[in-house]
Structures are given as structure tokens and as C-alpha cells.
């Protein structure tokens, strides 16, 4: 079955400084996307950044940056200069490529890690 | 601002009533989800609707029932919940390919509260 592991539960970090957000996954499966979304506490879930397995390249957007090593099974999750407004829970989440009758496959999340940016 | 829209952003409910949530989107997606998010939980599915047509349910009580009236409207309807049913209940919406990169866009959610 697969799962998602995120195993920091909360992290602090400095302003203006990188941090990065962990996530394993496990999955028997070839085809598979890897996602990371953002959820301040307005509660909106914000995508940020996704990998597709068969991408080579890491996948950036801005000053997301996803971090994959497929042997590791690994998906860490990069924010280069923090802000304050970074401060809010990532959620690392896999989707099964199953295709339920034309939506997309469901997203398994992990438990979240909540990132506060200090000043 | 978010392209799924949710409303209310709050609702308060005793146990006897009966109150929906509304979820709209316009960017032409075919599916739409409902998900429920406990305090400091992940998002759980609920619902999937594809071309609004039922799909998925993740043995969801009675007491709760989606409708999808067209393609971009999705409801939940409400109906003597339970206090345990006091959560962030969150609409998304999705593209029907399997592999759309940008996964699925989710709404900023309704604070349930039932007293």
C-alpha cells in the first residue's frame, strides 16, 4: 500500500534563511506523482510544486524546489529564503495514477510539518 | 484569490439540522472532491464526482450527502450530525487526466461546527 512519511513534525528556521521539508513515500508502483502543498491556518490547501516519476529533472517553481532521489524514495521539499509568510503547515501527498473513471487518482497525504519563519 | 470557491466559510449546526455546503469552480475541471481535515490531521476523502457522476465514496455516513448539479457546483448536504463531525471540510476540483501536473485545486474550506 502506499504511504507518506513526514517525520518532522514542526521546524523553525530564520527568516531569509533555506529550509528543507522531508518526505519518503512508499509505493510498488511505476507511474506515480509526488506533490507538495502549503496550508496556512486560513486553511486553503496551496499547491506548491509537483514530480512526476518519470521526470528527470527535479521539478522548481520559484523558490520551491523539490529535492527527488526515486532510489531513496525521497521528495524533500526545498524553500530557499524564508519568509514570514512561509510560516504554515507543508503537506507532502503521492497520487495513485489509478484512474477513477476520468478523475485523477487519489492523493495520499502525509501527516504535514508545520514551518514557523522567526524574525 | 482562490479558484475554488467555498461557502459558508463558517457554519455552526446543532445536531437536529440540516445545512449544506456549497462548492463552486469555473476553470472547467470535471471532477470535484470533497475532503474532511480534522485539527492537525491531513485532508481525508470523502466524495469524487467525474463528469457528475458519483465515483468514489469512502464509506461516508448517510448523514452526509453530496450532490453535483452541473459541472461546476458541488454540494454537501447536511444532516443530524454528530459533534465528532466538527472539522474543515474541503472542496477541490481537478482536470480528468491522470497525470495533470498541477494535481488538484482545493477550495479554502468551511469550519464545521456542530454543538
Known amino acids: 500500500a502506499q504511504k507518506i512519511t513526514q517525520t518532522q513534525p514542526g521546524m523553525f528556521v530564520q527568516e531569509k534563511e533555506a529550509v528543507t521539508l522531508d518526505c519518503t513515500y512508499d509505493?510498488?508502483?511505476?507511474?506515480?506523482?509526488l506533490f507538495w502543498y502549503k496550508q496556512p491556518s486560513s486553511g486553503e490547501m496551496i499547491f506548491l510544486i509537483y514530480q512526476g516519476s518519470y521526470d528527470e529533472q527535479n521539478a522548481t517553481e520559484g523558490r520551491y524546489s523539490l529535492n527527488f532521489q526515486k532510489a531513496r524514495k525521497s521528495a524533500n521539499l526545498v524553500i530557499s529564503a524564508s519568509q514570514l509568510g512561509d510560516s504554515a503547515m507543508y503537506f507532502c501527498?503521492?497520487?495513485?495514477?489509478?484512474?477513477?473513471?476520468?478523475?485523477?487518482?487519489?492523493?495520499?497525504f502525509g501527516k504535514g510539518t508545520k514551518l514557523s519563519v522567526k524574525p | 484569490d482562490t479558484e475554488v470557491t467555498q461557502t459558508p466559510k463558517h457554519l455552526v449546526m446543532g445536531m437536529t439540522n440540516k445545512k449544506s455546503l456549497k462548492c463552486e469552480q469555473h476553470?472547467?475541471?470535471?471532477?470535484m472532491y470533497w475532503y474532511k481535515q480534522k485539527a492537525k490531521k491531513p485532508p481525508e476523502l470523502m466524495f469524487v464526482?467525474?463528469?457528475?457522476?458519483?465515483?468514489i465514496n469512502e464509506s461516508v455516513p448517510s448523514r452526509f450527502s453530496p450532490e453535483c448539479p452541473n459541472s461546476s457546483l458541488l454540494n454537501l448536504h447536511l444532516h443530524a450530525l454528530q459533534p465528532e463531525d466538527s472539522a474543515l471540510y474541503l472542496c477541490a476540483s481537478s482536470q480528468g487526466r491522470k497525470r495533470a501536473a498541477k494535481g488538484r485545486t482545493f477550495g479554502s474550506g468551511t469550519r464545521l461546527t456542530v454543538v
Open positions: 509505493t510498488s508502483d511505476q507511474s506515480y506523482g
Open positions: 464526482y467525474s463528469y457528475e457522476k458519483l465515483s
Open positions: 476553470m472547467g475541471h470535471r471532477a
Open positions: 501527498a503521492m497520487r495513485e495514477e489509478m484512474n477513477y473513471g476520468g478523475s485523477q487518482g487519489n492523493l495520499i
